[in-house]
């Protein structure tokens, strides 16, 4: 990656910090232009440093995304392969509810189909991978079910209890049913 020239690193920085405030108030889609006045750049500097709405969403969520990831990897080694996946998804749930524009920022990416190493939905996808296949291999998950079955349920979830008094409960508490199933064996 080339160096930047230092103002162009500190209208990154600013960009980001802007444009992370505005998406926490007013979600994935706060206006671009709006994130570029704000920052005091024009909006080319904006597509400079984010050629599209996916790039500048997943630049804002870098940090919970490689956190979720470090967690994903702190559980891989467990011995109970069904509670560390159970763990590492209430913990992207719990992100993707109470982080606005999280759970959007997962859905369009798997949307558009955007693979690359450092779009969000990748990221967790390969963080996830070792527990889904540890808790397959131990008997704990069906078969067929896919690291990217769950991030759609979660990231699902999440999306449908965003404006409740309590999303992260509501949240945990549909993923428990999902998880159990809602008829009784």
Known sequence: MPVQR??????Y???LAVAKDAIAEEGPDASLEQIARTAGVGSATVRRHFPSRQALLEAVFR?????????????TGRADSRAAL??????????ATTIRGLAIALTRAAEHGV?????????LTGAGEPLVRNA???????????????????TGIALAT???????????????????GVSPL
């Open 162 to 180: 965003e404006h409740h008094p309590d999303p992260v409960a509501a949240a945990d508490r549909l993923l428990g049913l999902a998880i159990a």
């Open 136 to 154: 397959a291999a131990d008997g704990a998950l069906r078969p067929g079910v896919t690291i990217s079955d769950l991030l759609t349920l979660v």
């Open 6 to 11: 230092a103002d162009a690193r500190r209208n």
């Open 63 to 75: 940090e919970q995304v490689e956190t979720l990831c470090a967690r994903a990897r702190e559980l």
């Open 115 to 123: 693979a690359h190493e450092h779009c969000c939905s990748a990221q």
């Open 13 to 15: 920085v600013r960009l």
């Open 86 to 95: 159970l763990e590492w998804l209430s913990a992207v749930i719990a992100d």
